[in-house]
């Protein structure tokens, strides 16, 4: 099992940028493809973005696509989202979670997860 924290979340206008990152426990980081999942009010929670266990690919959903960047670094048992160009719609709390390791994008395939950091982005 991992476990999992999230930091790097807060308030910020929209056009705005903020870096998360996920610091991860446990001697299976490496061995797990990492996700990014978004929970507004009122809504299901929803995927943001993935990588593999080794980094070589990512995937993204297409409400990000070209604004959010996912990385890891398997020394440092992180993996970080950076967002960039935010939006008002992009406000949910944000976590990770540790997966298959080709990087899954259904939130059933990710056994782990962290208590999620809150994003807002005022416009």
């Known amino acids: 099992q991992v476990q999992l924290v999230e930091s790097g979340g807060g308030l910020v206008q929209a056009g705005g940028s903020l870096r998360l990152s996920c610091a991860a426990s446990?001697?299976?980081?490496?061995?797990?493809?990492m996700g990014w999942f978004r929970q507004a009010p009122g809504k299901e929670r929803e995927f943001v973005a993935s990588?593999?266990?080794?980094?070589?690919?990512?995937y993204y959903a297409d409400s990000v696509k070209g604004r959010f960047t996912i990385s890891r670094d398997n020394a440092k048992s992180t993996v970080y989202l950076q967002m960039n160009s935010l939006k008002p719609e992009d406000t949910a709390v944000y976590s990770c979670?540790?997966?298959?390791?080709?990087?899954?994008?259904?939130?059933?395939?990710?056994?782990?997860w962290g208590q999620g950091t809150q994003v807002t982005v005022s416009s």
């Open positions: 446990g001697r299976t980081f490496s061995s797990n493809g």
């Open positions: 990588i593999t266990r080794s980094g070589a690919k990512t």
């Open positions: 979670a540790a997966g298959p390791w080709y990087g899954s994008t259904r939130p059933l395939d990710f056994g782990s």
